[in-house]
């Protein structure tokens, strides 16, 4: 009572109170009414960055702890906040690996347009995406890559909390989002964090300013637990690369790793591989790092280790060269111009909303996602175009979802007569040193 | 969720969005915890007249529901917010009754300071505080007045509501407040209402806007339903009367009654009685109204129908006469000046915090009330004191608590070398006619 008075009011919790609160909810010892009052006020009043950086820690102290950093020299975080055709985990991890940067990434299922990290593994025929922490640790010792799906047992009191702020319109709060991303962190030991903070139609934060407060709160967290935390704020108004869906962006990962993928993916990847390079030591400059990492995309070693990684966690490594062993589509679609001129607008959200009509994305949790699912862009904002031409294919293994889908996906497209000016994909950056409060 | 989001985003519900709110409440198909949130995004948001009207009618039409007004003429309804040593329903009802008024008042138990108007009513032997429906209006036509404690099924989304704001922080607006109480009238049918909202330290309401806000609301409450509705703002800086604790509050008013009543209480009888003949359509001037209920104390009508409203209700009217009957304390004791002055301030906080440790009042819901227990103030605000003079008498059925009563009961008083400047006791006066909104 008198700490939800106290948010109330717009008073600054001390961590003691904050911790109270935290470990009594996860205990079922404050009632489910309480918290949502008291998540309401937080809503209204917002979190001083200690406040914040002490809810972080009593979510991440709520469960199981893991320590991956002290398992292995040089072990850096990636975390995004998502966005429409994101698969640069898929790209990342192998590629920053074969230049000596350790990951083990612990990934939730995903909610929204298209499926999470775990879902695009598990289109690898005999992938494993449950490992053993044993074998999990291990494996990032030697190999330098794994990924697993996350305990439910890490940072329980978020898990808890984000049920509840999903059901009373208390999700869309900046400490909130930003204690929730990162106490699964610091749960699971990570010392080096590099973070990527969409902004844009298809991102969480549709506005830049929101993106750079989360990204903001969340390096300060970092900062006054100790981490050493990166941000990048990212474009998310169009989807990134040209894949969207399962199976079409694992394809999409392998022909970056193999030094074919398109220009926003590399750029992106090559970006956040610098900033873990930076955080693990490996590098002394940020053009020094992204030089290393083109090297090993254009030498062929980055794709090996994607190889080595599937093959380690139980997977058919020959799908790197024979993609088609992920699959095929049953059905196909072509959407085509209705005009010529230049694409101006292809807008992430909606062409996010067409492939959860696909099947690709989950519109309620724990719904089956089809795979095989997806769009592919054959144009992307600023191409030219002529009338008739084809703008996209759709793919799905249900025939009825293919009319739909089209009609939602022509919605995603705008025309200009002339050539809009180029978008950049890197908008700000933020690291812990140089946090202003 | 719809529904959350739009308050917090601080729009307008609509009438059939707040009664889906309060029915699906109601029924528990809307959970406490989206109702918590709920309520603390009204707190930080408020709500318009519109809203809080319907939110009122919501709450009013969530369970049973009377028709007091139609089972007589000339019936008005008379509410306070509640204050230390407000006796004033014990005087103002037989009085207006003698006077032509018909009252018919549900009335709950009351928490805090001291007891409410059923705990003050059971100090008298035989007084059934519990009538059946049909006899109360029965009552009602026939007498004129009647009192019966509040049934539960009357505007139960309001009990459901209240008791939730009770732990989560959100007790303290005014809407929330306005439409608790209004809804409690609504259901029971009323179509003229009097509320005595008061102000000061013992008040709910500290300060002076604050009542005045909570006043205008209630007052538009009432309007925007159909009901007239009349409210003054009194003051509630010292105790009303000298009088606090159950049953010496009962023989406060039959004293009044018998027109040796202190001058606030008698003031303030009149006042919200003048209101009250209007209403009823029994008096052409606030002036008329005051002179005539002023007769009917001087007359002894009023104190007459004081006693044939006991004797109604199954009581020993012999009270009346015989105060004695009520009991005698066991306990006595003096608080005697430390000063010599004129006495500058007598808090009634203070004052109501003693009468709860002498056991007048409940400091939880559902505790014991001694009825014997109370204080009697012998001087007040404004008065001359010498040294040593006796400044109240305390009385209580439990030797161990005069002790601590006495030593907080010293802290209410507050002395000066000159007389004080005069308070009024009436601040404000609005009715539904004369609203500015």
Redesign the interface.
Known sequence: ?EI??KK?DGGTLSPEEISFFVQGYNRDEI???????W???V??RGMEAAETAALTLAMADSGEKADLAAAAEKTVDKHSTGGVGDKTTLVLLPLVAAAGVRTAKLSGRGLGHTGGTVDKLSCIPGFRTELGSGEFLAQVRDLGVAVTGQSPKLAPADGKLYA?RD????VDCIPLIASSIMSKKIASGARNIVLDVKTGSGAFMRQRESALALAETMVAIGRDLGRRTVALITAMDQPLGRAVGNHLEVIEAIETLRGRGPADLVELCLRLGAEMMLLAGLARSGEEACARLAEKLKSGEALDMMRRWIFRQGGDARVVDEPELLGTPPFRAELTSPAAGWLARLDALTVGQASVLLGAGRAKKGEEVDLLAGILLLKKTGDRVRKGEVLAEIFCSDGARIAPALEMLAGAYGFAPEAPAAMPLLLDRIDWLSLRS
Do not use: C, E, K, S
């Open positions: 009572m939800i008075r109330r009632p489910d009414y309480q918290a949502a009052a998540l309401m006020a809503y209204f509840l059901v009373t319109a208390t």
